[in-house]
């Protein structure tokens, strides 16, 4: 049974950085992309950032695009999201979702091109 487990979410102030890990469980990352989501109080969850396998096809929301970097160690089925420069505007939780394959660049952040879900971590940052 696949499984995904973020961890990482803190609460930080307004220009601090955090690093979320997403460690997957019987999931094998070989053609196919993850992604981070995010999902802000009274809004919808949307999408961040993504990554396939080949570790260079990433993609970034704009509002996150020089600020935070999505990465992923195959040898230790984690994937990550360095986050830097942290606003208010961030907090949020956050989720990391796997593909059970590829997952087209026009549509990286739509959610139902994920089947496998986490729980989600929670990232607070005041001003």
């Known amino acids: 049974q696949v499984q995904l487990v973020e961890s990482g979410g803190d609460s930080v102030q307004a220009g601090g950085s955090l690093r979320l890990s997403c460690v997957t469980s019987?999931?094998?990352?070989?053609?196919?992309?993850m992604a981070w989501f995010r999902q802000a109080p009274g809004k919808e969850r949307e999408g961040v950032a993504r990554?396939?396998?080949?570790?260079?096809?990433?993609i970034y929301a704009d509002s996150v695009k020089g600020r935070f970097t999505i990465s992923q160690d195959n040898a230790e089925n984690t994937m990550y999201l360095q986050m830097n420069s942290l606003e208010p505007e961030d907090t949020a939780i956050f989720y990391c979702?796997?593909?059970?394959?590829?997952?087209?660049?026009?549509?990286?952040?739509?959610?139902?091109?994920?089947?496998?879900w986490g729980q989600g971590t929670q990232v607070t940052v005041s001003s």
């Open positions: 979702a796997a593909a059970a394959g590829w997952v087209n660049g026009l549509r990286w952040s739509r959610e139902e091109e994920y089947k496998y």
């Open positions: 019987a999931y094998s990352a070989n053609n196919k992309c």
């Open positions: 990554i396939c396998n080949d570790g260079m096809s990433t």
